[in-house]
């Protein structure tokens, strides 16, 4: 999948309710509302991807990272379920 792929099925999915937040122990880490959630992403631009990297705790998972400006800026790291049915929020918070 490339960055122009994951960016359409995130915005899919997240339009769908098909996602969930990881809930982080680090209060600079909380993440946002789900509400908020769907309105960012749906303003994301392919300017806003930043990498796609391997995800060193889970071998054979990969992680997408975007940042966007939406009144400040966010910092999103998901990944896909293996079924490519859900998105996974590792990080959706203020950068």
Known sequence: ?????A???LKYLVSRNQFSMVSR???????V???LAKLIVQ???IQDFKKYDQDHDR???YLWIFK????AIYYLKFKFTSNKQHV??????LS
Not at 25 to 31: F, G, L, R
């Open 33 to 35: 509302t789900s509400v």
């Open 1 to 5: 999948m490339n960055k122009f792929e």
């Open 88 to 93: 996974k929020f590792i990080s959706f918070h």
């Open 43 to 45: 303003q994301l631009l």
């Open 68 to 71: 966007t400006d939406y009144g």
């Open 25 to 31: 122990q680090a209060t600079h880490a909380t993440p």
């Open 7 to 9: 960016l359409a099925r």
């Open 59 to 61: 071998p054979g998972e």
